[in-house]
């Protein structure tokens, strides 16, 4: 009889803890459950994106995007959405080009004449935001054969063509070079060539 007793009292005790506690047990599972739903505890959307680069240009902001891979649909391509730059040069300067890529070195050049000649001039201290890669073409066509908008897509390696994947979330690292040169250059030879490291995240492509 008190074994049977004890046995009985145990159990109404664990029904008592039961009923007592249990919905504060679950409320607190909800409220995780639904924090991590938000990705509250995902650590890679808290990543900063950093631009940082060489002497003379300033990245004040960069903005990655993923898209449809043009050679896998399938699969997705990290793109350059945005980047902002600032001519920290005491002299006006022009840009001709951008490329992005995960290697070390630009696989194109632009001479000093042409990137002279260029449409995008900053003034010391000026700042520009810049979409594409025409945006900075040194061979602005006539309006009536005006390309739309392409994309900084970020390439693979130094010298292949493969576009480097990026999904929505990840984290990507990799190189932003800027072909410019300053008012005093003298125009013969390449393009001076400013090297960003970029670590950002790749942003949900917009609808």
């Known amino acids: 009889m008190r074994c049977d007793e004890m046995k009985n009292r145990k159990a109404q005790a664990a029904v008592e803890y039961l009923s007592t506690y249990g919905w504060a047990v679950l409320v607190i599972a909800l409220v995780l459950a639904a924090l991590m739903w938000l ?9 900063p994106n950093t631009c940082t680069f060489d ?8 903005k990655v995007s993923a898209i449809q891979n043009p050679d896998y649909p399938q699969s997705w391509a990290a793109v350059v959405s945005s980047i902002r730059v600032t001519n920290h040069h005491s002299e006006r300067i022009a840009l001709c080009g951008i490329e992005a890529r995960t290697g070390n ?17 900053l003034e010391p201290g000026e700042s ?13 066509l006539p309006l009536l054969f005006i390309l739309p908008p392409i994309p900084i897509f970020v390439f693979d390696g130094d010298t292949g063509s493969a576009y480097a994947i990026g999904g929505p979330g990840s ?3 990799f190189n932003v070079f800027i072909h410019y040169v300053t008012e005093s250059d003298s125009g013969l030879g390449n393009a001076r060539v400013a090297r960003g490291r970029i670590r950002a995240r790749v942003d949900v492509p917009s609808s």
């Open 128 to 140: 520009h935001t810049i979409t594409s890669m025409n945006y900075l073409s040194a061979s602005p």
């Open 171 to 173: 984290i990507a690292e």
């Open 39 to 47: 990705g509250v505890f995902d650590t890679q959307k808290k990543v």
């Open 105 to 121: 070195q630009p696989v194109s050049t632009h001479t000093a004449a042409q990137c002279a000649n260029g449409p995008r001039h």
């Open 55 to 62: 002497a003379g240009i300033y990245c004040d902001s960069i």
